[in-house]
């Protein structure tokens, strides 16, 4: 038993780890490790972006501001030195009692029917690329301007403003989305309060005027279209035009009359709203002593371009008189006649001297002495030692009397 034991164990021992070797593994892929930027890496790389963007806005900007620069200016035109610079001829309608003075150029066009209402009368200036020469619709205008009176005979509603604003809004419903309507406002027209407003770029371009006299409602239309330079001519000029619209034969109990004071000399007096800016009168007087305290004019009795008399009549002062009042009106009468012989070539006729009373001050009329004033008349001022010296001047004979007349009666002196 005991050999068999021995038997036994002479044989060499089994190893279970060695009958079952494990699974040759494949060896793990090498792992990189991550590296992180710092704060300070981060904002360096932030500040050449922006710095990169800023120097490319900029050379853009400069680039764009380069371009304009050398982008040639749009060239300025004026209808004045060659287009329009002839005379102005004046056009007066006695059925509705307004008048337009214009260039000879535009062209008139008055209604053939006289039944429609509105009665249009238009006043056309069309430039060199302008097909037709009296456009029947506004957007055939390519190249000019036009001045439409309208005449609105019999209406019940004479509200101008209630009349602008209908109009305005038609404009704002019917042109473009890009046309620009102003709002309205009041301005002065032939002396009456009218309402206004402005239209560009609607097709063409328009300015509406409301204005009422007796009754009458007239809608003043300027129409005018061009390129560059033109555009802004036109629009200068055909405003130019409607300045001068004005109405006539209004009758002596409706005109407005005016007072000036001139409280550095104590004067005052009334006139019947003459225009106080239009013309001059020469001075009665070659002194350096004298004060002009205004001309006041009938600008219907005008003739543009001419040295023709008008209806009207100037007002000055001689502030120191060197001689006393009879001793000054004696030499101013020996002056005007000199002056006269001189201009005219011989001696006046039917010369005329009286007293006039002023103010309840006694003065010298004198008519005929003068070549460029039909009368003048001398008064010593009440309260101070001055001398008022009043020219008239008219357009024919007899034509200013009366309003002259009563000018005199307005005549007041005050204590300087």
């Not at 239209?199 to 300015?207: A, E, L, P």
């Not at 129409?223 to 006539?248: C, H, M, P, R, W």
């Not at 005007?336 to 070539?345: A, K, Q, S």
């Not at 006729?349 to 070549?371: H, P, Q, R, S």
Request: aromatic share 10%.
């Amino acid at each position: 038993m005991f050999a068999r034991i021995n038997a036994m164990e002479s044989l060499p021992a089994q190893n279970p780890a060695q009958d079952q070797q494990p699974p040759v593994k494949s060896p793990l892929p090498k792992q990189t490790t991550k590296k992180y930027m710092s704060n300070r890496q981060k904002l360096g790389i932030m500040g050449g972006v922006v710095l990169v963007i800023t120097i490319c806005v900029f050379a853009i900007l400069f680039f764009i501001s380069s371009q304009k620069q050398e982008l040639p200016a749009p060239p300025t035109y004026t209808l004045l030195q060659s287009d329009i610079m002839s005379e102005w001829i004046r056009y007066e309608n006695s059925r509705f009692n307004f008048a337009v003075t214009r260039p000879k150029e535009i062209t008139l066009y008055e209604p053939t029917n006289q039944n429609t209402n509105p009665e249009v009368y238009k006043f056309v200036y069309t430039g060199t690329t302008q097909k037709e020469q009296n456009p029947d619709k506004d957007e055939n205008l390519t190249d000019g301007f036009i001045l439409n009176v309208l005449v609105h005979k019999n209406l019940q509603n004479t509200d101008i403003l209630d009349l602008a604003t209908k109009k305005r809004q038609n404009y704002v419903i019917n042109c473009p989305r890009t046309a620009l309507v102003s709002q309205q406002k009041d301005e002065q027209i032939a002396k009456h309060t009218s309402k206004s407003f402005e239209v560009t770029d609607c097709i063409v371009n328009y300015k509406e005027t409301f204005v009422r006299d007796r009754g009458i409602v007239f809608e003043l239309v300027q129409i005018y279209k061009g390129d560059l330079g033109f555009k802004q001519a036109y629009k200068s000029k055909i405003q130019e035009v409607q300045n001068t619209f004005e109405f006539i034969n209004i009758p002596a109990s409706q005109v407005e009359w005016k007072i000036v004071t001139d409280d550095s000399h104590a004067i005052s007096f009334e006139h019947p709203s003459l225009d106080a800016s239009c013309c001059k009168i020469q001075s009665p007087a070659k002194s350096q002593t004298i004060d002009s305290i205004g001309i006041y004019t009938d600008k219907n009795t005008v003739k543009e371009g001419t040295n023709a008399q008008f209806d009207g009549f100037g007002v000055f002062v001689e502030k120191k008189p060197a001689k006393m009042f009879d001793a000054y009106v004696e030499d101013q009468k020996n002056a005007l006649l000199e002056d006269y012989r001189l201009v005219v070539g011989r001696n006046p006729t039917a010369l005329k001297e009286e007293k006039i009373v002023v103010d309840g001050v006694e003065g010298t009329l004198l008519k005929g002495f003068a070549w460029w004033a039909d009368e003048l008349v001398y008064v010593p001022h009440k309260s101070k030692s001055t001398i008022v010296i009043i020219v008239k001047t008219q357009q024919s004979g007899g034509s200013f009397d009366e309003t002259f007349g009563k000018v005199l009666e307005t005549f007041k002196f005050t204590k300087g």
